[in-house]
């Protein structure tokens, strides 16, 4: 299922899109957004809730262009698609990685087949991303935004670099969809591995924060560590 954010000044525009997508793609989530400043500030609450960003480039004070590069500098992930009535522009979007360009009006052909690359990219990207289901919705986020989880009785807290996630599940089992870049320092705590900043005697120190880690997960945790410095080097 895409989530899919919409933002373009023009109301009509907007509908349109919303309702061609709509019919291209049956179950997908779209979110409507009027400028960019309005999107920038939506994204920042709502961190890892798109997918995929149809931006028109000539809006009010704000252009598609300076919100990309915004989004870029906290997103590397969100896949972006300019919007636009003049094929000038086309070239600009390499610095901000957008995935294509639609120019306006706009072709259902072409439509298609920019929504097929999306979830192509976003096939690729799985891998590095980690999906939480929960009453909010579905969220993926990328590994390496990842700083740690920890389970609470039946729920997993997940904490992010910009956003915090809680969902059912068991620890053992976001531990192997995680993978091997994430170590156990603990029953109830997964950390990412490349976050740990130090090791003292009964916890591991990320930045500031301190975590505990138990007499039985030490030894693996160093070697764990270990490896990880020898594989950045």
Not at 58 to 64: L, R, T
Not at 101 to 106: A, F
Request: one cysteine or more; aromatic letters at 10%.
């Amino acid at each position: 299922m895409l989530r899919i954010g919409i933002c373009d000044d023009a109301a009509a525009a907007r509908l349109a899109l919303h309702s061609a997508l709509e019919r291209l793609s049956p179950g997908c989530v779209c979110y409507e957004f009027s400028s960019g400043e309005g999107l920038l500030s939506w994204l920042a609450k709502h961190p890892n809730t798109i997918d995929l960003l149809f931006l028109d480039i000539e809006m009010g004070q704000m252009s598609g262009m300076d919100v990309a590069r915004a989004i870029r500098a906290q997103d590397q992930r969100l896949h972006i698609v300019f919007l636009t009535g003049y094929a000038d522009y086309v070239f600009d979007g390499y610095a901000v990685r957008a995935l294509d360009y639609l120019l306006k009006p706009l072709s259902m052909d072409k439509l298609s087949i920019v929504l097929e690359r999306a979830a192509h990219e976003l096939e690729n990207d799985a891998p590095e991303t980690f999906s939480v289901h929960n009453t909010d919705g579905l969220f993926r986020v990328p590994k390496r935004d990842i700083l740690y989880c920890y389970s609470d009785r039946r729920q997993v807290h997940l904490i992010a670099r910009t956003a915090e996630y809680t969902f059912y599940d068991k620890l053992d089992q976001v531990e192997a969809a995680l993978g091997a870049g994430f170590v156990r320092i603990h029953q109830r705590y997964l950390v990412r591995i490349s976050a740990i900043d130090r090791i003292e005697d009964s916890a591991v120190f990320l930045g500031n924060l301190r975590l505990p880690i138990s007499r039985a997960n030490r030894t693996a945790v160093m070697a764990a560590c270990a490896r990880g410095m020898l594989e950045d080097f």
